[in-house]
């Protein structure tokens, strides 16, 4: 038998003071710590607590019949260990489970969780951002790299796409490298190719850039909520995951700010002659990966999961950051003389199914890493399947339902909002166009913009168009005899059927496809401007942040509501209820006749549902056990961004042509989805497995 490599390790901070002797009194189960702290005097009180007894000191709530918080959790314990001895052979695992959670209440909750919380959260405010991006320079960018609208909807497309493959890639390994690894490779992909995608000029290279950003961003989801989660004691856990959900709703008000303010202002930026600009919307794509960076910064100074560390048997490091994170909290409480009193943690045998490794002496350093990596896939498929094992089918059934059906709903509506509000403003701009038939114009110096026109059988004889700039312009049937065009600047303007004579087209963006079945006298075209160029300020684009950023900030009543009540109400009732009224709301949006009615619309329905994704977050955390959890809700999560692609799609394809269809789509959706969770088991006085 092999023998243990942990057995009999002592640990020596320096001096003659032994910082604990490790292996001891563990026996063949688990692994022992025993401290050799120096004795407790009553001369050596803290300046902080001298002249106090303890013993004298009256709790506040005695007189009141209120039991102390640690009374209550003693109590806990207490009913936790005679509901043990009285039932059947406890798991290793789940005394695993048990021994973690007596040791995160020992550990409070404190400074330290509220630093990881920070870090985390702007990991999860970078996902929030991420779905905005694409979505805010589209408007730029497709003037800048001369997108067509298949070109735009791809771009758009692969944005989840990429998000959906990081989700289900990062979640799978960070059960099996660690989450804060995978979080750190995760998030310095996401910067990486942010950074260079806002450098590229050209379409392929931004999508193939966007493309890997996304798979980087799409694993913090998964990572950060099973990362946190095992910080956490059970009575915080659903408050203070759902606060963090906050995250996500602070990255779209900082998309939509930072784009309101930066986006616009075509000035900021450079060019190096004709082939490198950098505009504006580029700047915008630069400060978006900001917070990743942040939270990249933070979570060097962060520790692993310990709990992670005891599934893959690395007692000694679990037992350290155990440590680590009781003296912070109690230190930053006023009580640094608490003592870490952890001596023995059960910690189960592991299979030894983790990494299969070739000797320097029988493989090359390439063999070496191509096993390895094999290994890590299959471990990881592995994992994946196990999600449909006999104990986990219905959870992970139920879940996959509600995720889709939220997401479809969610999604679906989020894109069809702002392209109503795109529809009603072009239905308004086409019913203000003015019709000019048969006019005649001889010898006449156009020197003012041309704006939402249409002529139709008119007459240019030596006109002259000099640097004017044309806007949803359209010549029908009409003739230029002897005209001179000369620094035009256009958009949406075509020439249809027109006969063009001796005409000069100097400096100009106006090419063959602005001339649909003309027909072309000694005509010629100097100087002409290729490819595309940002010039024209759009209003409409300005108020789609301006939608968006009160559709983010809508949800902040949403999220605080459920936070509070999410340990009192529970969870399935919080999911199922707030999908039951979303469900309700979206029957208002037959009410949807202006903008101004849509923008509160979108309010409404983001500030219900959000509470359904909080509680959604919370129970997928608590269903699966630590050696799963980030797989779990990698699929799910990818799931729910394959739903988002499918939902987007379906809902935009019936702008302008019926409201009936979206409505009763994410009306069904949202009543199956709240239907499935009121089935689901209540987790709230679940130890985490």
């Known amino acids: 038998m092999m023998a243990d490599p942990y057995q009999n390790n002592v640990y020596h901070q320096g001096g003659d003071d032994s910082y604990g002797t490790y292996g001891e009194g563990g026996g063949q189960e688990g692994y022992g710590y025993q401290a050799n702290y120096p004795p407790h005097e009553e001369d050596a009180a803290s300046d902080a607590t001298e002249g106090h007894d303890e013993e004298d000191q009256m709790y506040e709530g005695e007189y009141q019949g209120i039991p102390h918080p640690d009374e209550v959790k003693a109590a806990q314990r207490a009913a936790r260990a005679k509901s043990r001895a009285a039932g059947s052979a406890v798991s290793e695992l789940e005394e695993l489970s048990e021994q973690y959670e007596d040791i995160m209440e020992d550990c409070g909750h404190g ?101 890997l950003s996304g798979i980087g961003i799409g694993g913090t989801v998964p990572i950060v909520y099973s990362y946190f989660s095992e910080f956490l004691q059970m009575d915080k856990r659903g408050e203070h995951l759902s606060w963090l959900c906050m995250f996500w709703m602070i990255g779209g008000i900082y998309a939509s700010f930072t784009a309101w303010g930066i986006i616009p202002r075509y000035g900021w930026g450079f060019s190096m002659g004709t082939e490198f600009q950098f505009h504006s919307w580029r700047v915008f794509v630069l400060v978006t990966a900001l917070p990743a960076i942040a939270s990249l910064v933070g979570l060097t100074f962060m520790p692993e999961s310990p709990r992670f560390l005891l599934e893959n048997g690395k007692h000694d490091e679990a037992w350290m950051i155990l440590k680590q994170v009781h ?79 939220m997401a479809f709903s969610y999604y679906g509506l989020s894109v069809w909002f702002p392209d109503m509000i795109k529809h009603l403003q072009h239905e308004e701009y086409e019913s203000k166009v003015k019709v000019f038939h048969r006019e005649r114009v001889e010898n006449f110096h156009f020197n003012f913009s041309l704006v939402n026109q249409i002529h139709k059988e008119g007459e240019y004889i030596h006109d002259k168009f000099i640097s004017i700039e044309m806007k949803s312009v359209k010549f029908e049937d009409s003739l230029f005899e002897d005209c001179h065009f000369e620094n035009i600047r256009s958009t949406d303007t075509v020439f249809e059927n027109c006969t063009i004579r001796s005409t000069v087209f100097y400096n100009t963006d106006l090419w063959e496809e602005k001339f649909i079945d003309c027909r072309m006298e000694n005509t010629s075209f100097e100087h002409s401007k290729h490819g595309c160029h940002l010039n024209i300020v759009e209003d409409n684009d300005v108020l789609i942040y301006l939608v968006s950023f009160l559709g983010s900030l809508a949800v902040l009543p949403g999220n605080i509501i459920s936070a509070l009540y999410m340990e009192k109400i529970g969870r399935v009732k919080i999911i199922g209820g707030s999908m039951l009224i979303s469900a309700g709301c979206t029957f208002f949006l037959f009410l949807s006749f202006s903008q101004s009615a849509i923008i509160a619309l979108q309010c409404l329905f983001c500030g219900v549902s959000v509470a359904a994704w909080n509680g959604i977050d919370v129970v997928t955390v608590e269903l699966y056990p630590a050696s799963k959890r980030a797989t779990a809700f990698g699929v799910l999560n990818a799931l729910c961004k394959l739903a988002a692609v499918l939902g987007s799609t379906v809902f935009s394809s019936f702008v302008g042509i019926t409201k009936a269809i979206p409505i009763l789509l994410s009306f069904a959706a949202l009543v199956c989805g709240g239907l499935v969770a009121l089935r689901l088991p209540d987790t709230r006085e679940k130890i985490l497995q």
């Open 327 to 405: 003296d912070t909290n109690w230190r930053a409480k006023g009580q640094p003389e608490k003592v870490f009193t952890v001596t023995h943690i059960n910690a189960p045998k592991t299979a030894e199914d983790e990494f299969i490794e070739i000797q320097a002496a029988t493989g090359t350093a390439v063999q070496r890493w191509a096993v390895r990596s094999l290994t890590l896939c299959k471990l990881v498929l592995r994992n994946v399947a196990s999600l449909l094992s006999a104990e986990l089918r219905f959870a992970t059934l139920f879940m996959a339902i509600i995720w889709f059906c």
């Open 111 to 211: 400074r330290f969780q509220w630093t990881l919380f920070t870090v985390l959260g702007l990991a999860l405010m970078a996902d929030g951002v991420e779905c905005f991006v694409v979505a805010f320079v589209l408007p730029s960018a497709e003037k800048d790299l001369c997108l067509s609208n298949a070109e735009k909807g791809m771009l758009g497309l692969m944005v989840f796409l990429s998000m959906m493959v990081g989700a289900f890639l990062w979640g799978g390994l960070a059960d099996k490298v660690g989450r804060r690894r995978c979080l750190i490779v995760a998030l310095a992909i996401n910067c990486i190719f942010a950074f260079l995608s806002s450098f590229a000029q050209g379409y392929g290279f931004f999508l193939f850039f966007r493309l």
